[in-house]
Nanobody, 117 residues
Framework: QVQLVESGGGLVQTGGSLRLSCVAS????????MDWYRQAPENQRELVAR???????EYADSVKGRFTISRDNAKNTVYLQMNNLKPEDTGAYYC???????????WGQGTQVTVSS
C-alpha cells in the first residue's frame, strides 16, 4: 500500500499564492503519474494538473499560466504552485498517484484551499 499526505492548503485572498505538497510513502516500486485534483462543494472532482516521470505536464484550461506542477522523484513528492488565485479555485485539493508495483491508483486525504474575494 501507498500512503499520501498532502499539506499547504489554507485561506488566501484573491491574487494570492499557495504551494501544495504531497508526499508518498509505503510500498513504492515506481510511481508513474502524480496528479492534483480538486473538488468544490456540490461539484465533481476534476483534474487540475498531471505530471509524468519524464517531466511532461498537463493542466486544466482554467489553471494554465497560474499553476505549476513539479515533482521530486527521489523524494516521491509532488508540488503544486498556485499563483494569482481566484475564488473559483476554492475547494479540497487531492493528490493522486499511480504506483506500478501494485498497479493501483492512490488518493490522499485532501487539503482545503479557500480563496476569499
Amino acid at each position: 500500500q501507498v500512503q499520501l499526505v498532502e499539506s499547504g492548503g489554507g485561506l488566501v485572498q484573491t491574487g494570492g499564492s499557495l504551494r501544495l505538497s504531497c508526499v508518498a510513502s509505503g510500498y513504492i516500486f515506481s510511481i508513474q503519474s502524480m496528479d492534483w485534483y480538486r473538488q468544490a462543494p456540490e461539484n465533481q472532482r476534476e483534474l487540475v494538473a498531471r505530471s509524468f516521470p519524464g517531466g511532461d505536464t498537463e493542466y486544466a484550461d482554467s489553471v494554465k499560466g497560474r499553476f505549476t506542477i513539479s515533482r521530486d522523484n527521489a523524494k516521491n513528492t509532488v508540488y503544486l504552485q498556485m499563483n494569482n488565485l481566484k475564488p473559483e479555485d476554492t475547494g479540497a485539493y487531492y493528490c493522486n498517484v499511480f504506483e506500478t508495483g501494485t498497479d493501483k491508483y492512490y488518493w490522499g486525504q485532501g487539503t482545503q484551499v479557500t480563496v476569499s474575494s
